[in-house]
């Protein structure tokens, strides 16, 4: 019975995460910064997305900055996710961020 409920748990968390591929998302530019957006994503679902730092897996909030080793890689909307092609510093970040608002 145990190994039947861990199974079925293993089973849950593997699917509630999505990896996101981003050759399918789209190409943005904004002024010195470029960047990969996927679109179409759900609030409040794991992803995992590779950046400019590596693997990163965050969980999609509206109006969100995300750090990867300390380093900002990416910002998310309520359903798109704008992942840096590059490491930027985070005051051009803030100015993205404050550009789509």
Not at 73 to 86: C, E, F, I, P, W
Not at 87 to 99: A, G, I, P, Q
């Amino acid at each position: 019975m145990l190994k039947l409920l861990i199974i079925y748990i293993l089973i849950i968390a593997a699917h509630s995460v999505t990896v996101l591929k981003m050759n399918t998302c789209q190409d943005h530019k904004h002024g010195p910064m470029e960047f990969k957006v996927c679109e179409k994503l759900n609030q409040y679902e794991k992803y995992y997305f590779e950046d400019a730092t590596g693997v990163n897996q965050i969980t999609l909030v509206e109006d969100r900055l995300y750090r990867n080793h300390n380093y900002y890689t990416a910002y998310s909307t309520d359903s798109q996710l704008y992942v840096g092609k590059r490491l930027y510093k985070k005051k051009d970040w803030y100015r993205f961020r404050e550009s789509l608002k």
